[in-house]
């Protein structure tokens, strides 16, 4: 536990009253980032964490590391491998890996001198104050400065029977399901719907994803969408397209999902039913509206591209905010309240550019920038570079890992040869995508990308072969 927490800050029910520089609710990438900056500059800083298994946020507990701890141990299970046994042994080192994490997580912030670590839960009183319950405890807070960083969590769909307990799993309880289900239904086929397909397949459960869409993957080209969906299908997965869940039931061994596809009622049933039908925010019982502080009709915070929300001296950063629901954002948005609090104030989320990103499938699917039918919706001269990575014959690295599944296509503006987009299907891409990321952000033409010199083997040289390539115009 924190070590300045209510618990240890007895005032016999009579509440005990704080001010600080800097108050930070919920204890995200974004808001410990801050509070440490802070208290280096000599601020004195209070972070208030609602629960002691979430100390260091939801990335290194439940989402993110976790997620990629169990997705990893899947992709080296051998067929030999007793399915059970093997997924509690990734459960267990998932525990423990996430248990360090959370231990120096803490340790980081409470070497800080002037930070004052609290464990409860904050309501806004008032203007910049705030109410923080833990227990029997209570304990004021006002400060200078306010940052709301409380993440966002698995949304309830509105479908009959919908609930999280029993064979019916969010994204965080799935990730404990004991013993491994040999069926699994995912309700939504989202990032973190086909991140899990893909991970409880490879563990040997029986996966089926019922997907809303006409398509999976809508967002993506078509001839990425289908290689990934060949991937995900070779791998046994099936994909039910244009299926609307009505109803989900719980059962004695198995739980039950009704859903339509073209109005024909259809049902499911497997030994566990993930529903990942998108993220809520965490505002919810916060009492924003003591504060002054506004939110958008889905409750998400409004915030302006300095990320102030309608009250003074109040920032939002990270999930709450209704930005792109990644760690490495919400720490971006540490970077820009930081310059706004401390620096020349100029950074602001429109400098973002092309924003990267990765689902964690075998083998990961990283895009950047936009798709080719995006380009030209958006009225681009197009030329867009392709190719199966199985037939990228100067970037063997795949090969010789054993898996050379996937796609490389680069989006090329003819005009003036910049990268518009990438989408990287292959072993690494989500490393590979950072450097295309980085090419567009800086007006590195393609021609330079195709023409750099790269480590060998690895994939990114796949960027030497597939950029000599002009597939169409
Ligand atoms: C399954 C899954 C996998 C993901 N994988 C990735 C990935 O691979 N890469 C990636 O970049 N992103 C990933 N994400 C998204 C990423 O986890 C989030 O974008 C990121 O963690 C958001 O962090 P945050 O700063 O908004 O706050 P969070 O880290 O969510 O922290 C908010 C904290 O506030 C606390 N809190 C809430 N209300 C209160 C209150 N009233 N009082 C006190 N404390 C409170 C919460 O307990 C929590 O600890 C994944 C998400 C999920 C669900």
């Not at 974004?30 to 000599?42: I, S």
Request: glycine share 10%; proline share 4%; with cysteine.
């Amino acid at each position: 536990m924190p070590a300045h927490s209510l618990e240890t800050d007895r005032t016999s029910g009579v509440a005990h009253r704080e001010h600080v520089d800097l108050l930070v609710v919920g204890w995200g990438k974004a808001g410990k980032t801050l509070a440490g900056t802070a208290a280096r500059k000599g601020h004195r800083v209070a972070l208030i964490e609602q629960s002691a298994d979430m100390i260091g946020g939801s990335c290194i507990n439940v989402a993110c590391i976790p997620t990629k701890i169990l997705i990893h141990d899947a992709e080296q299970r051998r067929g030999s491998d007793d399915p059970e046994e093997y997924f509690a042994r990734a459960v267990s080192r998932r525990d423990t890996l996430t248990a360090a994490m959370r231990k120096n997580s803490h340790s980081l912030l409470d070497e800080l001198d002037s930070v004052l670590l609290v464990a409860g839960r904050a309501t806004f009183i008032g203007e910049c104050e705030v109410q923080v319950t833990g227990g029997e405890e209570r304990l004021q807070i006002s400060a200078d400065t306010v940052i709301i960083n409380t993440g966002s969590h698995p949304a309830l769909p509105t479908i009959d029977g919908a609930q999280f307990s029993g064979r019916i799993h969010n994204s965080k309880t799935l990730q404990h399901v004991s013993p491994l289900p040999r069926s699994l239904l995912i309700v939504g086929g989202g990032y973190v719907g086909l991140e899990f397909a893909s991970m409880f397949a490879q563990y040997g459960a029986e996966v089926t994803v019922l997907d809303r869409g006409e398509r999976p993957l809508r967002n993506e080209d078509t001839d990425v969408a289908q290689t990934a969906v060949e991937v995900l299908r070779g791998d046994g997965i099936t994909i039910i397209s244009g299926a609307t869940a009505t109803a989900v039931a719980d059962g004695v061994d198995r739980a039950r999902v009704t859903y339509t596809v073209d109005g024909q009622e259809n049902t499911a049933e497997a030994e566990a039913v993930l529903l990942a039908m998108g993220r809520a925010p965490a505002t919810k019982g916060l009492g924003l509206e003591r504060a002054g502080v506004r939110v958008d009709d889905r409750g998400y915070v409004t915030v302006d591209e300095h990320l102030r929300t309608s009250a003074p001296g109040i920032y939002a950063v990270g999930d709450v905010n209704g930005g792109p629901q990644f760690t490495y954002v919400s720490l971006d948005d540490n970077r820009i309240v930081a310059d706004h609090l401390y620096g020349a104030g100029l950074r602001t989320t429109s400098d973002r550019g092309a924003v990267p990103y990765t689902m964690f499938l075998t083998p990961p699917l990283a895009r950047v920038g936009l798709s080719e039918a995006a380009a030209r919706e958006q009225g681009y001269d197009v030329s867009v570079r392709v190719k199966q990575m199985a037939d990228i014959a100067g970037a063997p690295r795949a090969k010789i890992e054993g898996d050379p599944r996937g796609i490389v296509k680069i989006v090329v503006d003819s005009a003036t040869d910049q990268v518009l987009g990438a989408a990287l299907m292959h072993v690494h891409s989500q490393e590979v995508i950072n450097l295309v990321s980085l090419a567009i952000r800086h007006r590195i033409t393609a021609s330079e990308l195709r023409d750099s010199i790269y480590t060998h083997p690895s994939t990114t040289e796949a960027l030497n072969e597939v950029l000599g390539t002009l597939q169409s115009n």
